[in-house]
């Protein structure tokens, strides 16, 4: 298939979440350090970033830094916390020019001062952009994400006949963002590591033993083709996204 070809059909997903996995195992199986995949990995995002903006997806979610990663060695978590600085310090004017609005899903207030003040001017900066919107998993955990959620719930003084779905929905990280349609893991792992664990209850997933730094806009567009083949049902008989008035 040629560089130009655009996924198959009409059934572009609104929403693709991905599990950038396998970054250590590529660096590993090229004697590599780990911090070297990490970065290979943040070279492939540009690429599947411009893909999103080509083929018309219109949300990006990435999970670049779960609650759990801070268990990591010390140097693995500072190189990804530069590596989030610098994206920003080099990225950001380009991903301005090209519409793409960023927001940050996860705790903040658990980052360094000055990281927190980037992303919050980032955030800023891009907030009117329409192309493509990218959510940045960064200290992010799908049941910390709940449990900030039922605080604020609770502190809003919320009584429980009020509780819904919808409320819910508009208690999490995500307020505002469609559930993702699509939700890809490279690196064949077949688990949901913490990620999007509300959010994701009708997602259709692809995956893919692909290392993440390896996944280019090919490998994109056969986990784009694939899902344009998936009869999505939402766990009735015949609906389809398009017929699903609940999905928002
Ligand atoms: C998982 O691979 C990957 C991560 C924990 C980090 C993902 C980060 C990037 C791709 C950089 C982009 C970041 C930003 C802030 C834009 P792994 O290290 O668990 O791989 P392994 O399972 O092979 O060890």
Redesign the pocket.
């Known amino acids: 298939m040629g560089d130009n070809d655009t996924p198959s059909g009409s059934k572009i997903p609104t929403h693709v979440a991905i599990i ?7 660096a590993l199986s090229r004697g590599l350090p ?1 911090l070297a ?2 970065r290979a ?2 070279e492939n ?1 540009r690429r599947i970033i411009r893909a999103c903006v080509e083929f018309g997806v219109k949300y990006l979610t ?1 999970y ?2 779960s609650t759990e ?1 801070w268990g990591r060695p010390r140097e693995e978590v500072d190189g ?1 916390m530069h ?2 600085e610098n ?1 920003i310090d080099k990225e950001l004017a380009e991903l301005h020019k090209e519409g793409v609005q960023l927001r940050h899903i996860g705790r903040l207030e658990g980052l360094d001062p000055k990281i927190q003040e980037k992303v919050l001017n980032a955030i800023e900066l891009t907030k009117n952009n329409q192309r493509l919107v990218l959510n ?1 998993a ?1 200290n992010y955990g799908g049941r910390d994400e709940i449990i900030c959620a039922v605080r604020k719930m609770i502190q809003d003084g919320v009584r429980p006949e009020e509780v819904d779905e919808e409320m819910v929905g508009r208690y999490l990280f995500t307020a505002g963002v469609p559930d993702p349609d699509l939700i890809i893991r490279t ?1 064949g792992e077949l688990r949901i590591s913490n990620f999007l664990i509300w959010q994701a209850a009708y997602s259709e997933w692809y995956v893919t033993p692909v ?2 730094p390896d996944f280019n806009k090919d490998e994109f567009r056969k986990a784009l083709d694939t899902y344009a083949q998936r009869d999505r049902r939402f766990g009735g008989l015949t609906a389809s996204v398009e017929d699903n008035p609940s999905h928002a």
Do not use: E, K, P
């Open positions: 950038m996995d396998g970054n250590g195992r590529w780990r995949g990490h990995g943040t995002l990435i670049a830094f990663n990804l590596i989030l994206v940045v960064f690196s290392y993440w």
